[in-house]
């Protein structure tokens, strides 16, 4: 059900603080204050529409997991607030009542909030493009909007990005639909997702988005070619840019969404945008900051770095002290080497807090403890002679002495008894008790949630990458128990996956939740980057099928044939080896063969107009020195019916050359690739549409068919 | 109901500027500076007098100190807001004391004497209702801001006496009072005046082109080449954030070494502060980061350092420094010249001693 659900104070007062913040010279005009006016949307989406986070999210959704103890979407909802958006839809899916609620208590819903919060909320949702196709149906974006998912933490000011994007629409009406929000960030940063690091060409005066794509860990990059054929003479390709998935949309992009059914994420879109920009005529522009901060939490290692920059100061003024969220009591203190303190904390005798580190109110922590680099939320116990390094530990959290904990996520209400030991990586989600004397490997993740409920789930709920692991840990945990090797005597709690196991696919949920690097697999690689052979003008289509991919390594081979004079067995032996690579039928491959080689002459001269002489000048050596590989596969009746069909279909296509058309047509008779009796055959079968028997009329053809005719009828009589 | 439509519409100017404040109040912000910052405040004081609910001058003072605290815990390096809430508070018992028909003077006397004759002023409870008190506020307040709007204007014109011709004056960062006193001096002497960048954020770089631009002779300088330079130097000019109770200062970061190369040459250092940045406060050991420094993204350079190596990195960037009441010659505020010494008792003045603490 949807429900706008809040407070929309008297359009008064909102449009009086429309003037006061948005501090415009808006007297110019009754057009002009109109657009001065404009009030700023935002569209956020409160949801992942992913499981990488998946044990956790099972019970809170990932909006409203604690970063620095505050909730993810609090910070989206400040950024937004801080840049000046007057009125925020949040779109919720997963656990939709509890975001709900959490907002409703929070500030952004109260009268005074300058930010009108609508909280629009449906679990059909599957996807970002499903959410801006409601977004188009309800028509609930008036004007330009921002952007962003409920995970993203930023202090950017876009303020000037959106002048941009408003001039850059002025200026050509409705042609740009999106402006990106870049941050510079050097490769290897640990604020860079790898996951999500990307390279993107881009047009330097006009700040146009070229090309986008994805690194995913390739070696080797491709850009197709046209990108740099238009335009102005100033390229730049970057790979120096922090994506923050903050961007500036057009009402425009909703219908987008709705018109392309097919666009799931924001990936889809800018592929799609950029494919098909000459039909659709839409560009992508970008904006890049230097200074500001901005990242999506999009797995626990960006967690981990987003924290660590939160308490590190970096997101200034989002500070933990500064209390953006006004909560009750009073803020937490900060003194020296970022050690930050909340109301009524209490710290034993002997204990350290050595270095960035962020405690909650009325926790207490034993003696001789040392903690560096962590996050420890509000009420914990934690005994004597812990140690925790890089470690998260929510609310409620109990830990009992000599617990030693690394880089690991401790959730709500976790009990860890003594001498449990968290080795790097550990998450233990809600509820879960640990322990005693047990110590987790690398990577374990426990949850109260056995691993099969998943499956149930599984198909109702997400669309997920991950369900290939999910079937896998079936047969470990068949026993309905818990297992006291695993999560101790008195442990409670699952064990999900354990990347010291020799399964590949373990391996890769931890991973998915902590994000490291995919190595990538081969196949995809190769598809990755041989649609965008360079030599290729033809704009590779996203979806790129396999005779597609096959056609274009034909005329590669071709092309080296010719430039490294390979001779015709090799290249028989090479389009063989490809054909059974694409899987392809002998007669697509007669048909392909047949194509390219009569479209080679276009390929080599890329933009220049051949006249038909032309082309038949430069096309007839070609056929004579590959003929042997036509006889190769020209073989039976059929065949040749085959490639006379591809002949058809190519000259059709290219009215103008069809006086080169009898040239070839002879040579091809003269070379022995096409026998006499099939062309006749061909040409008396007759044509499907009006412009086949247009071609047949054609005074040359007619002419070479009469010759045929004779010179047959003078073979037959010489016998 | 139009008394309603009147509180929401003041929770909701509350609540915006308290945004604005958090959201940085010195520089980076909605806000630029601090006189415009307290202005902004002193206009909101006026606005909560004149639109909330009270009877008599103890509930309007409540009203005033409880949003004072939320401002002044909104953003607590700006110390202008906390003061100008005080000053707000000491003209409501100035007021209510003359509707009493008692002189103020007798409540601001104190002397150890009548500390311990008297069972205490707080004995005073504000509860008596005056019906004219609200228009003499707002009438007081109003006086006030027209101060404020005078205060820049006010220390330069006392630019001549300070500055003569062919002087070297030295001066560090970026400070309003400071550009506008210099530009006034400018316009009668010829002088040199050679500014400190105050790397990172060098401000100095905007204040030196906005110098020049008034033509005057501008050199900019390197923080590392203070004490260098400082022996040419015949007088030091500087803005501050703060005026402390001891009358020391917080100013940017830099300054420290500034005076002190200044005190090691002899060289006068003068402070350009208007009486607005004068706080009860007092510094204290060690100097607590969330008053001395507030971090911004220190983007620059740090930014490009690899993961591996910037988890064991920790960049700290304090902003403020504090500068001890004995480096200090001088301070010319808007109401004239004072030396450091005599701080304490311009804050009795501004102030009432119970207001201190909000």
């Known amino acids: 059900e949807d429900a706008p659900a809040a407070v929309a104070?008297?359009?008064?007062?909102?449009?009086?603080?429309?003037?006061?913040?948005?501090?415009?010279?808006?007297?110019?005009?009754?057009?002009?204050?109109?657009?001065?006016?404009?009030?700023?949307?935002?569209?956020?989406?409160?949801?992942?529409?992913?499981?990488?986070?998946?044990?956790?999210?099972?019970?809170?959704?990932?909006?409203?997991?604690?970063?620095?103890?505050?909730?993810?979407?609090?910070?989206?909802?400040?950024?937004?607030?801080?840049?000046?958006?007057?009125?925020?839809?949040?779109?919720?899916?997963?656990?939709?009542?509890?975001?709900?609620?959490?907002?409703?208590?929070?500030?952004?819903?109260?009268?005074?909030?300058?930010?009108?919060?609508?909280?629009?909320?449906?679990?059909?949702?599957?996807?970002?493009?499903?959410?801006?196709?409601?977004?188009?149906?309800?028509?609930?974006?008036?004007?330009?909007?921002?952007?962003?998912?409920?995970?993203?933490?930023?202090?950017?000011?876009?303020?000037?990005?959106?002048?941009?994007?408003?001039?850059?629409?002025?200026?050509?009406?409705?042609?740009?639909?999106?402006?990106?929000?870049?941050?510079?960030?050097?490769?290897?940063?640990?604020?860079?997702?790898?996951?999500?690091?990307?390279?993107?060409?881009?047009?330097?005066?006009?700040?146009?988005?070229?090309?986008?794509?994805?690194?995913?860990?390739?070696?080797?990059?491709?850009?197709?070619?046209?990108?740099?054929?238009?335009?102005?003479?100033?390229?730049?390709?970057?790979?120096?840019?922090?994506?923050?998935?903050?961007?500036?949309?057009?009402?425009?992009?909703?219908?987008?969404?709705?018109?392309?059914?097919?666009?799931?994420?924001?990936?889809?879109?800018?592929?799609?945008?950029?494919?098909?920009?000459?039909?659709?005529?839409?560009?992508?522009?970008?904006?890049?900051?230097?200074?500001?901060?901005?990242?999506?939490?999009?797995?626990?290692?960006?967690?981990d770095s987003v924290s660590s920059d939160l308490i590190r100061r970096w997101v200034y003024p989002l500070t933990p002290e500064a209390n953006f969220t006004d909560r009750e009591g009073p803020p937490c203190t900060h003194s020296r080497h970022n050690v930050y303190r909340g109301p009524g904390v209490s710290l034993g005798h002997g204990s350290q807090m050595v270095e960035n580190v962020l405690i909650g109110c009325g926790t207490s922590i034993g003696a001789d403890c040392h903690i560096s680099n962590s996050v420890i939320g509000s009420n914990c116990n934690i005994g004597d002679n812990v140690t925790l390094d890089c470690a998260y530990v929510w609310n409620h959290v109990t830990i009992s002495k000599n617990v030693t904990i690394s880089q690991s996520v401790v959730c709500d209400r976790v009990e860890i008894r003594e001498g449990v030991r968290l080795n790097k990586q550990c998450v233990l989600a809600y509820n879960v008790l640990i322990g005693p004397n047990v110590s987790l490997p690398d990577g374990t993740v426990v949850s109260m949630h056995h691993p099969d409920e998943e499956e149930e789930e599984d198909d109702d709920e997400f669309l997920s990458d991950g369900d290939a692991d999910a079937s896998q840990s079936k047969e470990k945990n068949k026993q309905k128990g818990f297992n006291p090797a695993e999560v101790g005597v008195e442990g409670k709690g699952f064990v999900w996956k354990t990347s010291s196991l020799d399964d590949t696919e373990d391996e890769e949920l931890s991973q998915c939740l902590w994000g490291l690097v995919l190595n990538p697999d081969p196949e995809s690689d190769s598809e990755a980057s041989e649609p965008d052979d360079p030599d290729d003008p033809v704009i590779p289509s996203p979806e790129m099928d396999d005779v597609k991919v096959f056609e274009l390594e034909v005329l590669g081979t071709l092309q080296r044939g010719l430039e490294e004079n390979i001779g015709c067995d090799n290249l028989v032996v090479e389009v063989n080896s490809l054909k059974y690579a694409y899987n392809i039928t002998l007669r697509e491959?007669?048909?392909?063969?047949?194509?390219?080689?009569?479209?080679?002459?276009?390929?080599?001269?890329?933009?220049?107009?051949?006249?038909?002489?032309?082309?038949?000048?430069?096309?007839?050596?070609?056929?004579?020195r590959w003929a042997p590989l036509f006889k190769n596969y020209v073989k039976k009746a059929q065949d040749h019916l085959d490639c006379l069909s591809a002949f058809e279909e190519h000259f059709l296509e290219q009215e103008k050359h069809w006086p080169a058309m009898i040239k070839v047509l002879m040579s091809m008779y003269q070379l022995e690739i096409l026998e006499e009796e099939l062309i006749m055959r061909w040409f008396s079968q007759g044509a499907t549409t009006d412009k086949g028997r247009q071609l047949r009329k054609n005074q040359g053809l007619q002419k070479f068919i009469k010759w045929l005719e004779e010179a047959e009828d003078e073979s037959s009589e010489d016998e | 109901m139009p008394g309603a439509d009147k509180n929401t519409d003041l929770s909701e100017r509350i609540e915006a500027f308290l945004a604005d404040l958090k959201r940085g109040g010195t520089g980076a912000g909605p806000l630029r500076g601090s006189a415009?910052?307290?202005?902004?405040?002193?206009?909101?004081?006026?606005?909560?007098?004149?639109?909330?609910?009270?009877?008599?001058?103890?509930?309007?003072?409540?009203?005033?100190?409880?949003?004072?605290?939320?401002?002044?815990?909104?953003?607590?390096?700006?110390?202008?807001?906390?003061?100008?809430?005080?000053?707000?508070?000491?003209?409501?018992?100035?007021?209510?004391?003359?509707?009493?028909?008692?002189?103020?003077?007798?409540?601001?006397?104190?002397?150890?004497?009548?500390?311990?004759?008297?069972?205490?002023?707080?004995?005073?409870?504000?509860?008596?209702?005056?019906?004219?008190?609200?228009?003499?506020?707002?009438?007081?307040?109003?006086?006030?801001l027209t101060e404020l709007e005078g205060t820049t204007y006010n220390i330069a014109m006392q630019a001549l006496e300070h500055i003569h011709s062919n002087e070297v004056i030295m001066t560090i960062g970026r400070s309003r009072t400071v550009e506008d006193f210099l530009k006034d001096a400018a316009r009668k002497r010829k002088f040199h005046v050679i500014v400190a960048e105050c790397a990172p954020f060098c401000q100095g770089h905007k204040m030196a082109t906005s110098l020049s631009q008034a033509e005057i002779e501008t050199t900019v300088i390197p923080d590392a080449a203070i004490f260098a330079v400082m022996s040419r130097v015949n007088k030091v000019i500087i803005g501050t954030q703060t005026v402390l109770a001891n009358g020391g200062l917080r100013a940017v970061n830099g300054t420290h070494t500034l005076a002190l190369a200044a005190k090691h040459h002899s060289t006068p250092l003068i402070v350009c502060a208007p009486m607005f940045k004068?706080?009860?406060?007092?510094?204290?050991?060690?100097?607590?980061?969330?008053?001395?420094?507030?971090?911004?993204?220190?983007?620059?350079?740090?930014?490009?350092?690899?993961?591996?190596?910037?988890?064991?990195?920790?960049?700290?960037?304090?902003?403020?420094?504090?500068?001890?009441?004995?480096?200090?010659?001088?301070?010319?505020?808007?109401?004239?010249?004072?030396?450091?010494?005599?701080?304490?008792?311009?804050?009795?003045e501004l102030y009432h001693p119970e207001d201190h603490e909000l």
Request: proline share 5%.
């Open chain 1, 9 to 303: 104070p008297s359009s008064g007062p909102a449009s009086e603080r429309g003037k006061q913040s948005r501090s415009g010279g808006g007297r110019k005009g009754a057009d002009d204050q109109e657009e001065e006016e404009q009030p700023l949307q935002a569209v956020l989406i409160a949801d992942s529409f992913n499981r990488r986070f998946f044990p956790i999210t099972k019970d809170q959704p990932r909006a409203l997991l604690p970063l620095g103890n505050v909730a993810m979407i609090d910070y989206t909802l400040e950024f937004l607030t801080s840049t000046g958006v007057q009125e925020t839809f949040v779109f919720c899916c997963w656990m939709s009542h509890k975001i709900k609620e959490h907002l409703l208590k929070s500030k952004w819903c109260r009268p005074t909030s300058p930010n009108t919060v609508h909280i629009i909320t449906s679990d059909l949702y599957r996807s970002l493009g499903d959410v801006l196709r409601d977004v188009d149906a309800k028509n609930l974006v008036r004007y330009d909007f921002v952007l962003v998912y409920g995970d993203v933490v930023s202090n950017i000011d876009v303020t000037q990005a959106l002048q941009e994007h408003k001039h850059r629409r002025k200026v050509e009406k409705n042609i740009s639909v999106m402006t990106m929000v870049f941050k510079e960030s050097s490769p290897g940063h640990k604020s860079r997702c790898e996951e999500d690091d990307i390279i993107v060409a881009m047009d330097t005066k006009s700040q146009r988005v070229l090309h986008y794509q994805k690194t995913q860990g390739l070696k080797k990059l491709q850009f197709p070619m046209n990108i740099f054929h238009n335009g102005s003479e100033d390229f730049e390709i970057r790979h120096d840019l922090l994506d923050c998935h903050i961007s500036i949309c057009s009402p425009q992009v909703a219908e987008l969404f709705t018109d392309n059914f097919d666009y799931q994420t924001r990936n889809d879109f800018v592929r799609g945008m950029l494919v098909n920009e000459e039909i659709l005529g839409n560009q992508i522009h970008m904006h890049v900051t230097k200074d500001g901060y901005g990242a999506r939490v999009s797995n626990l290692l960006m967690y």
């Open chain 1, 589 to 624: 491959v007669m048909q392909m063969l047949t194509r390219v080689v009569l479209e080679f002459p276009f390929q080599q001269q890329q933009g220049v107009q051949l006249s038909a002489a032309q082309y038949a000048t430069v096309l007839l050596p070609l056929i004579e």
């Open chain 2, 36 to 144: 415009e910052t307290a202005r902004e405040t002193t206009a909101l004081l006026r606005r909560i007098t004149a639109q909330a609910r009270w009877s008599s001058a103890g509930d309007l003072m409540e009203i005033i100190r409880k949003e004072g605290r939320r401002m002044t815990a909104a953003q607590p390096s700006e110390t202008t807001v906390g003061n100008m809430v005080r000053r707000v508070l000491k003209i409501i018992r100035e007021e209510y004391a003359r509707s009493r028909g008692s002189s103020e003077e007798t409540d601001q006397q104190e002397s150890l004497h009548k500390l311990l004759t008297s069972g205490g002023l707080s004995e005073e409870n504000f509860r008596q209702h005056f019906p004219t008190l609200k228009a003499n506020v707002i009438e007081a307040i109003n006086e006030l």
């Open chain 2, 278 to 348: 004068l706080s009860p406060q007092v510094p204290y050991f060690p100097f607590s980061p969330s008053h001395s420094y507030e971090q911004r993204s220190v983007t620059h350079s740090l930014w490009w350092v690899r993961r591996e190596i910037l988890s064991k990195v920790n960049v700290y960037c304090p902003v403020f420094d504090y500068v001890p009441p004995e480096l200090i010659t001088l301070f010319i505020s808007n109401i004239g010249g004072n030396a450091p010494s005599y701080i304490y008792r311009l804050m009795s």
